[in-house]
């Protein structure tokens, strides 16, 4: 069952920008904290940004400044505006939602993924 879509990853030259975006596909019945991460080759995922439920954000040091993450709560949808992005940006990003589904019957928030965004930067 796919929770998150995401959208908007591709290829762009360094100092242009990016805008990311996933949205809850309908199977969520409360979602918490929304973020994206990534992963480059050989390295571990890393946090590029979060933001609850409440719109308090959190940055990676490397993005601050760059990246701005925001969300539409009534359509369980978060973004994440990437300007001027750099080569060592690359990498796949991945959604994340820490939610609550409709199908799951112990009402437990999980972690949910998206099925990751390619974003690729050249110099």
């Known amino acids: 069952q796919v929770h998150l879509v995401e959208s908007g990853g591709g290829l762009v030259q360094a100092g242009g920008s990016l805008r990311l975006s996933c949205a809850d596909s309908g199977t969520f019945a409360t979602v918490h904290t929304m973020g994206w991460y990534r992963q480059a080759p050989g390295k571990q995922r890393e946090l590029v940004a979060r933001?609850?439920?409440?719109?308090?954000?959190n940055y990676a040091g490397s993005v601050k400044g760059r990246f701005t993450i925001a969300r539409d709560n009534a359509k369980n949808t978060v973004y994440l505006q990437m300007n001027s992005l750099k080569p060592e940006d690359t990498a796949v990003y991945y959604c994340?939602?820490?939610?609550?589904?409709?199908?799951?019957?112990?009402?437990?928030?999980?972690?949910?993924w998206g099925q990751g965004t390619q974003v690729t930067v050249s110099s």
């Open positions: 994340h939602a820490q939610a609550i589904s409709l199908s799951d019957k112990t009402l437990q928030p999980r972690d949910y």
């Open positions: 933001i609850s439920s409440d719109d308090s954000t």
